[in-house]
């Protein structure tokens, strides 16, 4: 069970990463404008447009993509798993806390969306690092 709550908390993690990362390095500025999509706009609130610091972002997300999706192909070494899992623990504890602290610039749906989503990445770093016994 384990090892399937990992291989599914990491391809998550990739895919997601994919997503932010192309968006913000290649799309900077429709990035800016419009992250996440579906008519929701959460980077304006927060900020002036800085074209640096986005493609910043991008290569940090396409960096956690290719962690990911290396440690998914090696997700039976559970040291490969937990040490990716620490990482990105480290990375979404931080996102989630500076985050909740921005909350009051958003309107309520958007503010339950960014607790919920950023939630949940830390939720699925925290299963990549506990511990787990033989993989098979």
């Given at each position: 069970?384990?090892?399937?709550?990992?291989?599914?908390?990491?391809a998550f993690m990739g895919v997601t990463g994919a997503?932010?990362?192309?968006?913000?390095?290649?799309?900077?500025?429709?990035?800016?404008?419009?992250?996440?999509?579906?008519?929701?706009?959460?980077?304006?609130?927060?900020?002036?447009?800085?074209?640096?610091?986005?493609?910043?972002?991008?290569?940090?997300?396409?960096?956690?993509?290719?962690?990911?999706?290396?440690?998914?192909?090696?997700?039976?070494?559970?040291?490969?798993?937990?040490?990716?899992?620490?990482?990105?623990?480290?990375?979404?504890?931080?996102?989630?806390?500076?985050?909740?602290?921005?909350?009051?610039?958003?309107?309520?749906?958007?503010?339950?969306?960014?607790?919920?989503?950023?939630g949940l990445t830390v939720v699925l770093s925290v299963?990549?690092?506990?511990?787990?016994?033989?993989?098979?």
């Open positions: 069970m384990k090892l399937l709550l990992d291989r599914i908390s990491l997503f932010v990362g192309v968006h913000a390095y290649f799309a900077t500025q429709h990035f800016y404008d419009n992250f996440p999509g579906l008519g929701l706009r959460w980077l304006p609130q927060l900020g002036p447009f800085n074209e640096h610091f986005i493609k910043d972002v991008g290569a940090f997300y396409l960096g956690i993509t290719v962690l990911s999706f290396i440690a998914l192909a090696n997700a039976r070494k559970a040291i490969v798993v937990q040490m990716t899992g620490a990482a990105l623990l480290v990375f979404n504890v931080l996102h989630f806390y500076y985050h909740l602290t921005m909350l009051h610039m958003y309107e309520p749906r958007d503010q339950w969306l960014n607790a919920i989503l950023l299963i990549l690092v506990i511990p787990s016994g033989p993989r098979h």
